[in-house]
């Protein structure tokens, strides 16, 4: 556990390596440059690195930037994207060999894009995990594609059992798909239907926008996985699950500390 000495009623955090509480970032493309300041900040911080969608095709020197990730304890991987480009295609096998060539230890199993049948997905996840570290998301990238709260809870059950160490909840960047609204709110009923059948430390939430992020740290603490950060945002998301931003900054404080002292709106003013 982390804890910070320097005040009083801040939350205990887990610590590397740990299995909740953790903090995936998304790199869309950063050079090494802007590795090696994202590292400088975040090598306590960040989990899981992702490879945005198929960038690591297209990143120069992403080799280099990797190794500078996995030097800083940081598990790598690519987009689920890339995996469903090379699947589509039928070349599983040059999928492997790609993530090989990179040094990647982690792999994404996806179908947000295209449809691979569950029980297809499952196989895959059950045979890749015997040498990677398998990560599989659940939902769709499409807005408008609407998936019941049972099938959403059978296919992260069935998945974790085919032995994904976490499964994701879909966003995409965006943050307006899978689940949550196209306004980017939080689809409460379904999240908490999830959670009554699947457990928390068991699921890793994108959550690229700020609101979203607040709003899972108050319903479920500090050591909420999340995922789809920006770079950009790590600091700031730790201060957030520390309650040191004003979203949260009530969240950890006794009653007595706190009674009379949250700012209200003033019914006279406009």
């Known amino acids: 556990m982390m804890k910070n000495s320097l005040l009083k009623h801040l939350p205990d955090r887990t610590s590397k390596p740990r299995t909740n509480g953790m903090t995936m970032v998304m790199d869309k493309g950063l050079s090494l440059r802007q590795a090696e300041d994202m590292i400088s900040i975040g090598e306590d911080l960040v989990d899981f690195l992702k490879l945005g969608f198929g960038t690591s095709l297209l990143t120069p020197k992403v080799k280099e930037k990797i190794q500078l990730y ?19 295609r039928n070349d599983l096998d040059g ?7 990179l040094g990647v ?7 947000g894009s ?11 996840i059950r045979k890749l995990s015997a040498n990677y570290r398998v990560l599989s998301e659940v939902g769709s990238k ?12 059978r296919m992260m059950q069935n998945e974790l059992e085919a032995g994904s160490f976490k499964v994701i909840a879909e966003a995409r960047e965006s943050g307006t798909v899978g689940i949550y609204r196209p306004n980017g709110s939080a689809h409460v009923q379904l999240i908490k ?12 939430w994108e959550a690229p926008k700020k609101p979203q992020q607040v709003w899972f740290i108050k319903q479920f603490g500090a050591n909420v996985n999340l995922g789809n950060i920006g770079p950009d945002d790590l600091i700031p998301l730790e201060a957030l699950r520390q309650g040191l931003r ?7 404080l006794p009653e007595s500390m706190s009674e009379g002292k949250r700012q209200e709106s003033d019914p006279d003013e406009d």
């Open 70 to 88: 996995r030097k800083a304890n940081m598990e790598v991987y690519c987009g689920g994207t890339l995996f469903e480009a090379f699947f589509i």
């Open 95 to 101: 999928y492997l060999r790609f993530v090989d060539s």
């Open 105 to 111: 230890e982690c792999i994404e199993v996806s179908d």
């Open 114 to 124: 295209m449809v691979i049948q569950h029980d297809e997905k499952c196989e895959i």
């Open 142 to 153: 499409e807005e408008g594609i609407l998936i019941s709260p049972n099938k959403w809870i």
């Open 193 to 204: 239907r999830i959670l009554a059948n699947v457990a928390l430390e068991d699921i890793l």
């Open 246 to 252: 004003g979203d949260t900054f009530f969240e950890y």
